[in-house]
């Protein structure tokens, strides 16, 4: 049984926390004492909790200040009778579903019609038969309790327990109501937890539903009791924050957050590191209604991740402008797949002892028509975001294989290609099919392909990731793990993948030979690599000090404008095979 105090107004009828299993409270509005001494006595007896009113007025101000469960109201009483009273009641906001039981001593049929006109669900007539009103309360609380229980299920996350996307629209609506009424604003928190996927996929499911209990808790516990924590789906999390005076106040706010998501968490025994990426939008300036506010909130949040894990943006009109330019980029780089706009271009990889060129890496640049030789920095990320890096991957992999097979043919030393994957390749799929036919069509060598991917792509894609690469790794393709040591669990993913080589960094080698812990990390890590039976390949290597200092420690190959940017074909082929 429930009860639920104070008003809230909310489409459960439940207040922002329900109380489920506490004592319901009937009230109980008759202006004969005897009558309601008799009737608190026998309710009191069966388990609830009694509150009187002698006449209408009363029983509303009750009402007011604790809904109750069940009311019974007296159809004839001074200063205001029943009819009215349970008109008045059923406008109070938390009282809307109360369920009112009319007790009458006027059996006349116009009473009763009356009765459910104003909002009564039954009629009983005295005098009680003691027996027939205790079956009804009884019955009445049943399923007004029954029904608060569905309300709850379709409302709430059946994880957490916390408020779902309809109820959460629903508060929005309600705090946008309040906030034109009193002229005031509030905002909205979207949360994303990071590294979530990695741990439902390397701990399971049920590790990651404990995680996302354990957030909800936190949350819960960080925030007042007044504002709104939802649960939209997945590890995203929604907040409202109301009665804002100013915007800093919600930047203490998402400190909190960020603080309170930062502390470790035990899963299974086993303690896990997560975070969180916080975007933030404003009613009213963000966004005037749900859907554009809940927009801007994410936007903002992917503007937080972006950034780098760990922090808060707040919205910016700027953004929606942003959004606009790269929906033209995307626009621009069909155009440019379909116009072949695109070029490979190579960079050499070098045996650090000899200085023998022992492969290169394919690079793609885009020859635009107007702004001219444009670096993947500038449309890789949205090539990504909008799939289209799949068919721009394929065709740089196959151009790339095309042009070693002329080099190969025309008799010059090589014996190794790289070309970059991103991560969609594993959620779209075609990588496996893809290199398959590239061999046959092309008649290479599957062992001079490397295909290199960053930790990224693989966190994301763990399980996929795992089973896609084993099969390209058992026809004979080789396999890099890019940018090694600026992602996730390195470790880890050291041993599951079927990984020949790493690629140290550039970040990592820049340090060397000056920054000691730089110099500490490339030490360890040649030292692991060693250990592992992996090739490592240092990137961006730029100076004589840090080829000397890799080669000291025991790195054999290296990659950097020291030897060569990346290079056409035919520039390629001057500098390196004649
Ligand atoms: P990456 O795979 O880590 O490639 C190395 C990047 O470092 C290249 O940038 C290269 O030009 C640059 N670099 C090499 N040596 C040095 C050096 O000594 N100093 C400095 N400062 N930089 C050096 P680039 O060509 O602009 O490519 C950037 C990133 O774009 C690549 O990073 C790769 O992640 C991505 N990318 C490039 N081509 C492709 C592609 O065909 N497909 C996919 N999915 N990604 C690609
Ligand atoms: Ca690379
Ligand atoms: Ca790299």
Redesign the pocket.
């Known amino acids: 049984m429930t009860n639920s105090s104070g008003s809230s107004g909310d489409i459960t009828g439940l207040g922002n926390d329900s109380k489920l299993e506490q004592t319901p409270v009937i009230l109980i509005a008759d202006d004969d004492p005897s009558i309601r001494l008799v009737l608190k006595h026998s309710m009191e007896q069966s388990g609830h909790h009694v509150i009187e009113a002698a006449n209408g007025l009363e029983a509303v101000q009750a009402a007011i200040r604790q809904t109750p469960d069940l009311i019974l109201m007296d159809a004839v009483m001074p200063v205001m009778d029943g009819f009215r009273a349970t008109e008045e009641i059923k406008k109070i906001s938390g009282c809307e579903e109360t369920p009112i039981l009319m007790a009458t001593s006027l059996d006349d049929d116009q009473s009763i019609a009356r009765a459910f006109d104003v909002g009564a669900c039954d009629y009983i007539t005295k005098p009680f038969n003691w027996s027939v009103l205790k079956h009804r309360t009884t019955r009445m609380l049943f399923a007004a309790d029954a029904e608060r229980q569905i309300r709850h299920l379709a409302y709430h996350d059946a994880l957490t327990g916390l408020p779902n996307r309809m109820l959460f629209m629903d508060r929005i609506d309600q705090a946008i109501s309040r906030a034109q009424r009193e002229n005031g604003k509030f905002a909205i928190l979207y949360i994303d937890i990071d590294h979530f996927k990695v741990i439902n996929d390397s701990m399971g499911h049920a590790a990651g539903d404990q995680l996302l209990n354990i957030v909800s808790q936190r949350l819960t516990e960080t925030l007042r009791k007044t504002d709104t924590i939802a649960r939209l789906g997945g590890d995203e999390f929604t907040i409202i924050i109301e009665d804002l005076e100013e915007a800093e106040s919600v930047v203490l706010v998402a400190k909190n957050i960020l603080a309170t998501l930062d502390k470790p968490v035990e899963i299974f025994e086993k303690e896990v590191h997560i975070g969180g990426s916080i975007g933030i939008a404003l009613y009213p300036q963000d966004g005037e209604n749900f859907g554009t506010l809940l927009k801007n909130s994410d936007t903002a949040m992917y503007k937080a991740k972006e950034l780098g894990r760990q922090t808060f943006q707040f919205y910016e009109h700027e953004m929606s402008l942003k959004a606009m330019r790269r929906l033209d980029l995307e626009n621009q780089i069909r155009v440019a797949l379909k116009n072949e706009e695109f070029l490979v271009y190579y ?1 050499p990889k070098v045996n650090l002892l000899s200085g023998q060129c022992q492969g290169m890496e ?3 640049r885009w020859q635009h028509p107007e702004k001219g030789l444009i ?3 500038e449309f ?1 990320p949205i090539a990504e975001e909008t799939g289209l ?1 799949v068919q ?2 394929e065709w ?1 992999m196959h151009t790339a294989c095309q042009q070693f097979k002329k080099w190969e043919a025309a008799g010059y030393p090589v014996n190794n290609l790289s ?4 991560a969609r390749h594993f959620k779209e799929g075609g990588l496996l099919k893809h290199c398959k036919k590239l061999i046959e069509d092309i008649q290479i060598l599957p062992g001079y392909i490397e295909i ?1 991917l960053t930790e990224s792509a693989l966190v994301d894609n763990y399980n996929s990731a795992k089973e896609i690469l084993h099969e390209i790794h058992e026809m004979g393709v080789r396999i890099a793990l ?2 090694f040591g600026t992602g996730y669990a390195s470790m880890s993913y050291l041993k599951e993948f079927p990984f020949d080589t790493v690629k140290l960094d ?1 970040s990592f080698v820049q340090g060397v030979p000056e920054d000691v812990e730089d110099t500490a990390i490339v030490i360890a890590m040649i030292q692991l690599a060693k250990a592992l039976n992996l090739n490592m390949i240092a ?4 100076t004589e000090l840090q080829k000397q200092f890799l080669t000291d420690h025991g790195c054999v190959y290296g ?3 020291l030897w060569s ?2 290079l056409a074909a035919n520039e390629f082929e001057r500098m390196f095979f004649s």
């Open positions: 960079q394919a690079l793609v670096t993947p920095d890789i890096i721009l991957d740089v070309v970059n994957i991103s290199e890019d940018d550039r990137e961006g290597v730029e990659q950097g404008y940017k990346p």
